[in-house]
């Protein structure tokens, strides 16, 4: 099992930036897949940006160029740095984290909340 707490999230004005952390209960070295997710008002949850522990990593169409997904091994805690935010980023960004060891299963922590506005 794994516990996922988001922090970093906030107030931002257009072309701000803001960087999200996202630590993991456990060592994430041997979780198959960690991303960012994100959930507007009314809006289903989106991916944002994903790794695998296999070395691949893809992002959103609309974030690509703005933002990037990193992770610190021996902080068990995965980062999503956000630039050149704009008031379409806005929305609850959710930390995922995909186990197979014992079938696949998916973990979320409780979301953190980014406004981008003037």
């Known amino acids: 099992q794994v516990q996922l707490v988001e922090s970093g999230g906030g107030l931002v004005q257009p072309g701000g930036s803001l960087r999200l952390s996202c630590a993991a209960s456990?060592?994430?070295?041997?979780?198959?897949?960690m991303g960012w997710y994100r959930q507007a008002s009314g809006n289903e949850r989106d991916l944002v940006a994903v790794?695998?522990?296999?070395?691949?990593?893809d992002y959103a169409d609309s974030v690509k160029g703005r933002f990037t997904i990193s992770r610190d091994n021996t902080k068990n805690t995965v980062y999503l740095q956000m630039n050149s935010l704009k008031p379409e980023d806005t929305a609850v960004y959710f930390c995922?984290?995909?186990?197979?060891?014992?079938?696949?299963?998916?973990?979320w922590g409780q979301g953190t909340q980014v406004t981008v506005s003037s």
């Open positions: 790794f695998t522990n296999g070395g691949r990593t």
């Open positions: 995922n984290a995909v186990t197979v060891n014992r079938g696949v299963q998916n973990y």
């Open positions: 456990r060592s994430i070295f041997s979780i198959y897949a």
